[in-house]
């Protein structure tokens, strides 16, 4: 009965690994070819964050490259299956032994040989590759994972900076704004022309943080080319959504619905613990070596006979001492390695749990004081306090160095908080399930 259970598990492995394998290399192809720059920039803009993760692996070299090591895993299963292949040789002498003989009669030989695998070393060969086949499944699980974090990461990063960046050309704009006034009251002599001249300088730094911070989108843009695997460095990336916060309960993610076991990189470790503990088991197994069986005929002359024979080494000296004390310290190192990191899983799923409900809970202070529109209403206060002449230019220049702070504030935390549900998500091994972020419910706006 364990037979044919290992048997079916090799099978459905087998054959998902040829389907996702031919699936995406099909799709690749058939994305990289039909689009040009234009039409993959249009077609992007539109994508969601599911979306986008989709085709990135599905185009991404890196990421193919990476599922072929399952392949040559599933070679080494296939491989490893195989029975020891017979021997067949066939003499023919006629040539006499002494220098001055004749030939003497002619003599025909054919042996067959079979080894036997006597001590089941092919079945439990055939089990370490099925373990190695799902350490390669888990550590491409886990390779996805991080491949996905990283997408995401970079997708926040650069919807923040968008933010930003619209925001800095507002206030660059109130700025320029400003200077015309201030020339204009520093012309009648309501104010000094040194104040014209200092906000003329404050602006020209303004102009040096917002260029930086385009330079810096732009650098984030190009990581997130190569991960989605765009092959144009000329494609703009244009994603139509801004940032806006849902709490976890509107996410519907549950902090406390995970398991640990659930860790691609615990559960390759894991198969590879498996691995080495059959391994002992297979260095035993070839202590004992295989048994030969073959059989002969011989035909000289008047003379013909046929008859079989067996042969076994016999293990007195090497009876691979060396190999299973190897073997056996390496099973050891390996169930340490499980142990290890199941204490590093669980420190990280805590610290990102922790980090999850702190900027949570500050973006719901936030919202119950609506934050962005008292901030705003302070602002547009303050300036017409100074277009009207009921404030000085230093209460109205703060006001609007505040009001940039708070919405850059604002969008940061947000920002840091979808990539904490990330870390977290990465942290409990959740990555490639259906995101929190779908069609309906994205954490992003219009």
Request: proline share 2%; no cysteine.
């Amino acid at each position: 009965m364990r037979r044919i259970s290992e048997a079916k598990v090799f099978s459905i492995l087998f054959l998902i690994s040829i389907l996702s394998l031919n699936t995406s290399i099909e799709s690749k192809d058939e994305n990289l070819s039909r689009l040009d720059g234009s039409e993959l920039e249009e077609k992007i803009a539109k994508m969601t964050l599911n979306e986008i993760e989709k085709y990135a692996t599905e185009s991404n070299p890196l990421y193919l490259k990476e599922k072929t090591n399952i392949g040559s895993a599933r070679g080494d299963v296939i491989t490893s299956s195989l029975y020891f292949n017979p021997v067949f040789s066939v003499q023919q002498q006629f040539i006499g032994a002494a220098k001055n003989s004749g030939t003497g009669l002619p003599e025909s030989y054919a042996i067959l040989q079979q080894p036997i695998d006597i001590n089941g070393v092919i079945p439990q060969r055939k089990k370490v590759a099925l373990q190695d086949f799902q350490v390669s499944v888990a550590k491409f699980s886990d390779f996805d994972r991080i491949f996905r974090l990283r997408i995401r990461q970079n997708y926040w990063s650069y919807l923040y900076l968008t933010e930003l960046i619209r925001y800095q050309e507002e206030f660059i704009e109130n700025y320029n704004d400003l200077l015309e006034l201030t020339k204009f009251r520093s012309d009648k002599g309501d104010i000094s022309y040194l104040e014209y001249e200092r906000i003329e300088l404050e602006r020209i730094q303004l102009e040096r943080e917002y260029k930086n911070t385009r330079i810096n989108r732009a650098q984030i843009g190009n990581q997130l080319r190569v991960l989605i695997g765009i092959q144009d460095p000329q494609t703009v990336l244009k994603f139509k959504g801004r940032l806006e916060f849902l709490s976890t309960n509107e996410l519907n993610l549950d902090l406390n619905d995970y398991s640990i076991e659930d860790r691609p990189d615990l559960l390759a470790l894991q198969y590879n613990e498996n691995r080495e503990r059959m391994n002992v088991e297979l260095k035993k197994r070839e202590a004992i070596p295989s048994l030969t069986i073959g059989g002969e005929v011989m035909n000289k002359g008047p003379e013909n006979f046929m008859g079989v024979y067996a042969s076994i080494p016999l293990p007195i000296n090497d009876r691979n001492q060396g190999e299973i004390l190897k073997a056996e310290e390496i099973a050891k190192g390996a169930r340490l390695n499980v142990e290890s990191k199941r204490i590093e899983i669980q420190s990280e799923i805590l610290t990102a749990k922790r980090e999850l409900a702190v900027r949570e809970e500050q973006l719901l202070e936030y919202r119950k004081i609506d934050l962005l529109q008292k901030n705003k209403g302070v602002q547009e206060k303050s300036r017409l306090a100074y277009i009207r002449g009921a404030s000085n230019l230093v209460t109205f220049l703060e006001a609007e160095r505040n009001y940039l702070t708070v919405l850059r504030t604002y969008y940061e935390l947000i920002y840091l908080y979808y990539n904490s549900i990330d870390l977290f998500r990465a942290a409990i091994g959740k990555m490639n399930e259906e995101s929190t972020y779908g069609s309906k419910k994205t954490g992003i706006k219009e």
